[in-house]
């Protein structure tokens, strides 16, 4: 009897997730929402705030991901939208999230940040 070998998925499950993965912005309830596959598996809460001369501040508050979904990459991909977010409101960031802060140390210059 001759097996067959198995050959390896031509993509990895990660790969596949960050397919399927859609972040949305909520501005209701101020938060990026990420769904997969239908379900909401992870969420990024912010505060937005606008100074008399104009300029604002989105504030990232935390990012939280059910575990089962943590080590693929798609906490990152929920930073992302949020800082595409806060680029496109030409805004400037305060990261009081400890997630988003290591995410900016390893991307300097993504956006604007808010002195410390």
Not at 87 to 95: E, I, K, S, T, V
Request: charged residues 20%; neutral net charge.
């Amino acid at each position: 009897m001759h097996r067959k070998h198995r050959h390896r998925p031509p993509q990895s499950a990660q790969a596949i997730l960050q397919q399927i993965a859609e972040v949305v912005h909520n501005p209701d309830r101020d938060r990026f929402e990420l769904w997969v596959a239908g379900e909401l598996v992870g969420v990024l809460g912010y505060s937005t705030e606008t100074t008399v001369d104009g300029v604002t501040t989105v504030t990232i508050l935390h990012t939280v991901l059910y575990d089962e979904y943590t080590g693929h990459g798609l906490g990152t991909r929920l930073v992302q939208g949020a800082l595409d977010y806060v680029q496109q409101q030409g805004a400037r960031l305060r990261p009081v999230c400890s997630f988003t802060r290591s995410y900016l140390d390893s991307h300097p210059g993504v956006v604007p940040l808010v002195p410390a």
